[in-house]
């Protein structure tokens, strides 16, 4: 079996964290359905990242931290993965001590603008972002390049998980895509599978916010009007 990677162990963290958050707030969550969303984005099986949460329950125990119950600790752990599992989770309590309340709110609640309709307020700075990660002009979704117009490349800004939908107007959440896929994302009835496969490249992109972006689309799906939603908002 191959080693595990930095983008692996990172997202089996953030899934361990985020359910510990479920647990301490009270909020229901699925240990089988966060397995096989890790399955399905990294080549390893559901067992194989059940035990690796337990390996970050040992190294928790061993730092004299809280456990999630129904992670019992496995020792096993093997000593640099061991140690690169307890390097992040110490790094993700920094992060967490010096990040500010308003600014974890900001990123994941955008804020609403009045006009005729109710419309969310999009940072330009993420759309700017997004067009430079696709500077070479092909979409992010297909590959082709977008059609040609006196500035460049034609592309939309997309966000993955729309903001109307509980998405993060972040650019770990945004993609540059020709217009057709960007259509397809909202109104093609495979739109959850093109979804799925952007989260995907993105989770290469930012292999630390992988696991959020799971999140989001989960809530997403539970939405009772999610295909109004996404059909009302074409744009986004």
Same mark, same amino acid.
């Given at each position: 079996m191959?080693?595990?990677?930095d983008?692996?162990?990172?997202?089996?963290?953030?899934?361990?964290?985020?359910?510990?958050?479920c647990?301490?707030?009270?909020?229901?969550y699925?240990?089988?359905?966060?397995?096989r969303?890790?399955?399905?984005t990294?080549?390893?099986?559901?067992?194989?990242?059940?035990?690796?949460?337990?390996?970050?329950?040992? *190294?928790?125990?061993?730092?004299g931290?809280?456990w999630?119950?129904?992670?019992?600790?496995?020792?096993? /752990?093997?000593a640099?993965?061991?140690?690169?599992i307890?390097?992040?989770?110490?790094h993700?309590?920094?992060?967490?001590?010096q990040?500010?309340?308003?600014?974890?709110?900001?990123?994941?609640?955008p804020?609403?603008?009045?006009?005729?309709?109710?419309?969310?307020d999009r940072?330009?700075?993420? /759309?700017?972002?997004?067009?430079?990660?696709?500077?070479?002009?092909?979409?992010?979704?297909?590959?082709?390049?977008?059609?040609?117009?006196?500035?460049?490349?034609?592309?939309e800004?997309?966000h993955? *998980?729309?903001?109307?939908?509980?998405?993060p107007?972040?650019?770990w959440? *945004?993609?540059?895509?020709?217009?057709?896929?960007?259509?397809r994302?909202h109104?093609?009835?495979?739109?959850?599978? *093109?979804?799925?496969?952007?989260?995907?490249?993105?989770g290469?992109l930012?292999?630390?916010?992988?696991?959020?972006?799971? /999140?989001?689309?989960?809530?997403m799906?539970?939405?009772?009007?999610?295909?109004?939603?996404?059909?009302?908002?074409?744009?986004?």
């Amino acid at each position: 079996m191959k080693n595990w990677s930095d983008a692996e162990l990172a997202a089996a963290v953030d899934a361990y964290k985020e359910m510990m958050a479920c647990h301490d707030e009270g909020r229901s969550y699925n240990k089988r359905e966060i397995y096989r969303a890790l399955s399905k984005t990294f080549e390893r099986t559901e067992k194989a990242f059940e035990y690796r949460m337990q390996n970050v329950s040992a *190294v928790l125990a061993e730092m004299g931290k809280e456990w999630l119950p129904g992670l019992k600790p496995a020792a096993n /752990v093997g000593a640099n993965v061991g140690d690169r599992i307890r390097n992040l989770l110490e790094h993700r309590e920094s992060v967490a001590r010096q990040m500010p309340q308003a600014t974890t709110q900001a990123a994941t609640a955008p804020s609403w603008k009045t006009s005729q309709t109710k419309v969310f307020d999009r940072d330009p700075e993420v /759309v700017r972002d997004a067009k430079r990660r696709a500077g070479d002009g092909r979409c992010e979704a297909c590959g082709e390049l977008g059609f040609v117009t006196d500035a460049g490349y034609y592309l939309e800004v997309h966000h993955v *998980v729309p903001l109307n939908c509980g998405g993060p107007d972040a650019i770990w959440n *945004v993609v540059a895509i020709c217009s057709n896929d960007h259509r397809r994302a909202h109104f093609a009835k495979d739109r959850a599978s *093109v979804r799925d496969h952007l989260i995907g490249m993105l989770g290469r992109l930012y292999p630390d916010r992988l696991h959020e972006l799971h /999140v989001f689309a989960h809530r997403m799906d539970t939405l009772p009007n999610v295909a109004e939603q996404l059909e009302s908002d074409p744009n986004s």
